[in-house]
């Protein structure tokens, strides 16, 4: 067989949860040939994996790295850290399928999230998009969710109003059509217009359409601070009655006045699951989250886009609404001090100084006070700041890390100042939560990151070391692995991971993308 390499005398921990085995490991055609012991095949590359550990690719349930396959396909902060599958369209925002009329308003919509290429996305079905990728050869591989937002932009643009019954049945013939397509289900961003406009009336029917064809519907629910209960039971109805699979993007309580909640709906958890519904959840290791400034702001005054919002804040009373609304949001977040600002684009002004500093410290340098200094900022810069967001318990941290339930994320987005979660989200896990803190066995934490992630998304050519499976493999040096940068220097690799391949072409080696 061609390009066959063979990994000897390598602790194997192969994605199921089971207990690590020493062995040989031979990859041939993109797939792995053979396990054993002392295996001996002739012509091909021997690579010795004395003292270190073999692991199936590590799969990315929620990532932003739609546009990187074409800015920089080499993706070297995810396969350095052992990524070999990204799950992009998270959020209600997917970069397919989109219509001409859509294009350029889903463009602006996704900068925060993805970044901007050379100009307006030209695909249109999901289809399509993902035969780009493929022609892109990025380093890792790609799945792709349906963006609720997207969809519904595609049937009424960013109206803010109940979807008729057949802008309903529009909505379910598109995701149908783009779930044969490959699509692997549906995601929610119940923070983010147009996706947050959504009744659940309506997700409930076009959850139908996914359930149809055994997707999995991803939810950023509508609230993650003071009615974080109650917008996970909203989710919960939707998954009963649409018969969907349900995953929570990254569970946690924002603001210390909501610190613990997480416990609650992990024991409510345990109880769906006894009542056998497939339910979980993701999460990255770390106390701080990234996403747009503009989810400081309420939904509503996003209505039929950016334009209208800057309009809106043309008109007195209407500002003075958006403003003592904004202030509400920015108490539950905790306040300016615990938002940092990540990425700024190209303004009108320059705000090229603000990336690094805390709200709080911009507004003092505008000479403003907190709010109206966001609003200034988001019409100065279509909205389109990136920011940290400080605003997590550690305990509620290793709480849901901890549990049964759930997997491992990035939501990686690149930026000026990033989260450093897009560089070293399973270093981190892997160094200092299970390794140095003892959260979990290694081989559970495995199955968080491969076959869990794998068996949730039905990508059954992946996520397990067996012989027939995609050759998706990363080799550890487990006692150094870890994540080296931080808030302040986010753009590092981290420790520890030696080699990636993906479906048995080596990828990554020792810093190197190849």
């Given at each position: 067989?061609?390009n066959?390499?063979l990994?000897?005398?390598?602790k ?7 207990r ?24 091909c590359s021997v ?12 799969i990315n349930c929620h990532s ?6 074409f800015l920089d ?6 396969i350095?850290q ?6 992009v369209?998270q959020?209600?925002?997917?970069v397919?399928?989109i219509?001409?009329?859509h ?11 993805c970044g ?11 289809k399509d ?9 990025p380093?890792?591989?790609f799945?792709g ?5 997207t969809i ?10 109940p979807a008729?019954?057949?802008?309903i ?9 783009s779930m ?10 119940l923070?983010y217009?147009p ?5 659940t ?5 076009v959850c ?14 509508r ?19 649409s018969?969907?699979?349900l ?13 613990g909640?997480?416990r609650?709906?992990l024991?409510r958890m ?9 339910i979980g ?16 702001v ?10 209208l919002?800057?309009k ?7 500002y ?11 108490r539950?977040?905790g306040?300016?001090?615990r ?10 002004d ?5 990336p690094?500093?805390r709200?709080?410290a911009v ?16 019409s ?9 967001y400080?605003?997590i ?8 890390m901890?549990?049964?339930y ?12 990033p989260?450093?979660r897009?560089?070293s ?5 892997l ?9 979990m066995?290694l ?7 491969t ?8 990508l059954?050519d ?8 995609s ?5 550890i ?14 753009i ?7 080699k990636?391949?993906v ?7 020792d810093?190197?993308?190849?």
């Amino acid at each position: 067989m061609d390009n066959q390499t063979l990994i000897r005398n390598v602790k194997i921990y192969d994605g199921t949860g089971g207990r690590p085995f020493y062995g040989d490991v031979l990859m041939g055609s993109g797939l792995i040939q053979k396990i054993g012991r002392f295996l001996n095949e002739d012509r091909c590359s021997v690579v010795d994996g004395t003292g270190k550990i073999l692991t199936p690719g590590f799969i990315n349930c929620h990532s932003h790295s739609e546009l990187q396959p074409f800015l920089d396909p080499r993706m070297l902060q995810v396969i350095g850290q052992g990524i070999t599958t990204e799950v992009v369209g998270q959020d209600g925002l997917s970069v397919a399928p989109i219509d001409d009329a859509h294009a350029a308003e889903l463009t602006e919509n996704m900068i925060c999230l993805c970044g901007k290429g050379e100009r307006d996305f030209w695909w249109r079905s999901h289809k399509d998009y993902m035969r780009l990728v493929e022609d892109a050869d990025p380093a890792c591989r790609f799945v792709g969710l349906l963006g609720s937002g997207t969809i519904r932009m595609n049937v009424m643009g960013s109206e803010n109003r109940p979807a008729t019954p057949n802008e309903i049945r529009q909505m379910c013939d598109l995701i149908e059509k783009s779930m044969e397509e490959g699509a692997r289900g549906i995601s929610f961003g119940l923070i983010y217009p147009p996706s947050s406009y959504a009744s659940t009336k309506e997700m409930i029917e076009v959850c139908k359409a996914v359930a149809k064809h055994d997707g999995i519907i991803m939810v950023h629910t509508r609230n993650e601070m003071d009615l974080l209960l109650e917008s996970f039971e909203e989710m919960v109805h939707v998954m009963k009655e649409s018969g969907a699979r349900l995953e929570i993007s990254h569970l946690k309580s924002l603001g210390p006045t909501n610190w613990g909640k997480v416990r609650k709906i992990l024991t409510r958890m345990d109880e769906l699951q006894k009542e056998g519904y497939d339910i979980g959840f993701d999460q990255y290791p770390w106390n701080a989250g990234s996403t747009g400034l503009k989810v400081t702001v309420p939904g509503w005054a996003y209505s039929g886009g950016v334009d209208l919002f800057e309009k809106r804040l043309q008109d007195p009373e209407t500002y003075n609404k958006i403003a003592a609304e904004t202030a509400d949001i920015l108490r539950e977040r905790g306040g300016g001090a615990r938002i940092q600002v990540a990425a700024v684009p190209e303004s009108t002004d320059d705000f090229s100084w603000m990336p690094g500093l805390r709200i709080n410290a911009v507004a003092d340098k505008l000479g403003m006070e907190e709010v109206p200094a966001i609003l200034y900022i988001l019409s100065k810069t279509r909205s389109s700041v990136l920011c940290v967001y400080h605003s997590i318990s550690e305990d509620d941290v290793q709480a849901v890390m901890s549990s049964p339930y759930h997997v491992v994320c990035t939501d990686g987005i690149i930026g000026d100042v990033p989260h450093p979660r897009a560089y070293s989200t399973y270093p981190r896990f892997l160094g200092h939560y299970v390794r140095d803190l003892g959260i979990m066995p290694l081989e559970t934490a495995i199955n968080h990151i491969t076959g869990e992630p794998a068996r949730r998304l039905r990508l059954w050519d992946r996520g397990l070391i067996r012989e027939g499976m995609s050759a998706d493999l990363v080799l550890i040096n487990y006692d150094q692995i870890i994540d080296t940068n931080s808030y302040i220097d986010p753009i590092k690799l981290p420790a520890g991971i030696c080699k990636v391949w993906v479906k048995g072409r080596l990828r990554y080696e020792d810093g190197t993308v190849l």
